[in-house]
């Protein structure tokens, strides 16, 4: 055990974290994603969930979400340094490993099985995948819940997970939980439900 140990990332850390988002990146952009939003502009913020620009700019309702995957993410980096000891790698890479994670769900999720499922099982009937600058901040979003997770104590980040999931089900009627159940084991019941929001 290693109970000590610090998970935040130092300069090494970032630079890591930084180098392996910008390799996503390169794959996205060699995925033949749009790099913006292909409507041509850029917006700090999109809250129309059934628009042409959900996913493609800076931030959306899903980035709450992200912020969560930060916070699972350095949860399971928890279990792996602190509590299981993990030896092999340094704490230092943590995050670096996490936007690793993170940024293979986002070359998945562009992928067309996952886009095609997406428009077959869940209320997203137009998703057309992210934007490379979406999925370059949904990124930077997972690491801001990752670095969160680090510095508050697990109660304060477990109490914010519940409340970002419940803003966000009361605003959109969809959460990280019902995107989670809806991808994995669609339930019609809900989904007519999201839809007459």
């Known amino acids: 055990m290693m109970a000590g140990i610090s998970l935040r990332p130092g300069k090494a850390g970032w630079i890591a974290a930084i180098g392996v988002a910008l390799g996503i990146v390169v794959i996205l952009l060699g995925m033949a994603r749009p790099p913006i939003c292909p409507c041509g502009t850029i917006r700090l913020w999109q809250g129309v969930v059934e628009s042409a620009e959900n996913s493609q700019q800076i931030s959306d309702w899903y980035s709450f979400s992200h912020v969560i995957h930060g916070f699972l993410l350095y949860g399971a980096a928890h279990l792996l340094w602190r509590k299981m000891g993990l030896k092999a790698i340094s704490p230092q890479w943590a995050l670096a490993l996490a936007v690793l994670v993170e940024g293979s769900w986002e070359i998945l999720e562009n992928s067309p099985i996952i886009i095609d499922r997406y428009r077959a099982v869940t ?30 104590p697990a109660l304060v980040t477990a109490v914010v997970a519940v409340l970002f999931e419940l803003f ?6 969809d959460n990280l939980t019902l ?15 999201q839809a007459a929001g």
């Open 179 to 193: 995107n989670v159940l809806m991808l994995a084991w669609p339930v019609e019941a809900v989904r007519q439900w």
């Open 168 to 173: 966000t089900l009361a605003m959109i009627r």
């Open 123 to 152: 209320i997203s009937f137009g998703y057309s995948g992210d934007s490379v600058l979406n999925s370059f901040c949904d990124m930077a979003f997972m690491a801001f819940g990752f670095v969160f997770a680090s510095r508050a």
